[in-house]
């Protein structure tokens, strides 16, 4: 009797997220065969990601995780681990802190933001592997897939889009897929 050879697992299908033409600010995403608008960095793109620059990260970004606001969608699902975000959540983006990029809780002195915001940008906040697992002072904190704000204006880094899209970009969505940020 032969054996059968097990299959290897099957990666998911890149995100794309490519420059929206004559648009430095705007891109468009492809997800599971879908093309959907974005917003990306005030200051575009770069291969030269430093923190503060406003720029998002031409790279090839692996989804790790996010977070959700569960007082505000219920309904958020995905084969992606979604921690529920809670007025206490916190994500240091100070350099010289010993939890630079990281996820933390209230209270800390050091530059932070908070994932429990208002305007509501990060109700649904995807983690992408950006200087996350191999940390490097000053290279960029968090790039976050969030959710966008009116007008499509430009991030501090980030990918945004709407709703909608975070929701088809959810059901695809796995710890591994990547995030291809395009020049």
């Known amino acids: ?52 620059d406003g720029a998002t990260p031409i790279a090839a970004m692996a989804l790790l995780d996010g977070y959700v606001r569960r007082d505000r969608l219920r309904t958020v699902t995905s084969r992606l681990p979604l921690t529920p975000i809670d007025p206490q959540l916190l994500w240091c983006d100070a350099p010289g802190h010993p939890i630079y990029n990281r996820p933390t809780r209230r209270p800390l002195s050091a530059s932070h933001e908070r994932m429990a915001r208002a305007d509501g940008l990060y109700d649904v906040c995807l983690v992408m592997d950006w200087n996350i697992r191999q940390r490097r002072r000053n290279a ?43 020049g």
């Open 1 to 52: 009797m032969r054996k059968r050879r097990s299959q290897p697992a099957k990666s998911p299908p890149p995100i794309i997220v490519r420059p929206a033409p004559g648009r430095p600010t705007h891109a468009l995403v492809t997800v599971a065969g879908r093309v959907e608008q974005a917003a990306i960095g005030r200051s575009g793109r770069t291969a030269r990601k430093r923190e503060g």
């Open 140 to 182: 960029g904190s968090a790039i976050f897939f969030h959710l966008i704000r009116p007008g499509y204006q430009p991030t501090e880094g980030c990918i945004a889009v709407s709703l909608p899209t975070m929701r088809r970009i959810l059901k695809v969505a796995r710890r591994g897929t990547v995030v291809q940020v395009v």
